[in-house]
């Protein structure tokens, strides 16, 4: 007997054997050994933009002592996986300021700085500096960086024209743990997460797999918290940095896993840097120190992701 059910009984998932024909907190029911499908919808929208439900669908296999747990959400606002905890962006920052973009970064000029979907990786950043880097061109392994696509920023104001090359991005021009900085590459009224927040987060459990949503499917880190959960994509197929002490070249953050680094930053005022380090197939996510940020090596100077949090 194959069981999928709706745990959370809280009205808003409708579950059923057939498209269309789905009901409020359904179970379904399967053989062993066969083949079961079964479809999911919301009951109902949320209301606004910036709510969000989360529910679970637990599928139960054979005589119950194996279990697949389906986490769904529906809504893209901020999410706080804790009481009093901090509010996660959904989506990770991007800095692509091309009035022609296209693909997954196609959008206003400086109208946003955030990605749209949560399997969008949004750019790779230098500690200190909020000018992109694209997530995907160069290709993984490419060390020819000297295409690679930036948006850089000067005097905190987008460049009009895009510049190209890793050497053009430099790290520290300023100290994100400075009260006046630490929004950078951040939209207004959000701010880079600090290692104590990444910190608290790690408390909840993690699942790696992939996650799916109206732009498709990607690799990456699942933190949840009984229903609630928050997504951090790894990159393109889980090659999550791009490499300062390999030219810039898009590579795995972990060698022969498919992981990723974003920053964090430390107590106010103070010079300390962190990242934290998802890998696929991993159950915990790492807080890691960066020792001395000045100095040269692939900790220091790779290119990571971000994720902003309310101030």
Not at 118 to 134: A, E, R
Request: proline residues 5%; aromatic residues 12%; glycine residues 12%.
């Amino acid at each position: 007997m194959v069981v999928p059910d709706v745990l959370d009984r809280a009205g808003f998932i409708r579950l059923g054997s057939q498209a269309g024909n789905t009901v409020l907190n359904g179970t379904v029911n399967g053989d062993a050994g066969s083949q079961v499908r079964f479809y999911y919808q919301p009951d109902s929208p949320t209301g606004s933009a910036t709510d969000n439900r989360f529910r679970r669908i637990r599928v139960t296999y054979e005589d119950g002592s194996l279990e697949h747990i389906v986490y769904n959400r529906q809504g893209y606002g901020d999410v706080q996986m804790t009481a009093g905890g901090a509010w996660w962006s959904s989506f990770n920052a991007l800095r692509n300021t091309n009035p022609s973009g296209t693909g997954n970064f196609a959008f206003n000029p400086w109208s946003t700085f955030l990605s749209t979907y949560l399997t969008y990786s949004g750019w790779f950043f230098k500690w200190g500096n909020n000018g992109g880097m694209h997530p995907t061109v160069p290709v993984p392994g490419d060390v020819n960086t000297q295409n690679l696509e930036l948006t850089i920023t000067s005097n905190a104001n987008p460049k009009s024209n895009h510049l190209t090359g890793w050497a053009n991005i430099t790290k520290n021009v300023y100290n994100r743990n400075v009260t006046t900085n630490r929004r950078e590459p951040c939209p207004e009224g959000y701010m880079v997460a600090a290692s104590a927040q990444y910190t608290t987060l790690a408390s909840g459990s993690m699942a790696s797999g992939y996650v799916y949503d109206d732009a498709g499917y990607e690799m990456g880190a699942l933190i949840v918290n009984g229903s609630t959960n928050l997504f951090f994509p790894m990159g393109s197929c889980g090659y999550g940095i791009r490499n300062g002490a390999n030219n810039g070249a898009l590579e795995y953050a972990v060698s022969g896993t498919p992981s990723t680094w974003y920053w964090a930053r430390g107590a106010d005022c103070s010079t300390a840097v962190a990242h934290t380090e998802f890998a696929f197939e991993g159950t915990t996510m790492g807080v890691l120190a960066i020792p001395n940020i000045i100095t040269a090596g692939k900790t220091q100077d790779s290119g990571k992701f971000v994720r902003c949090v309310r101030q």
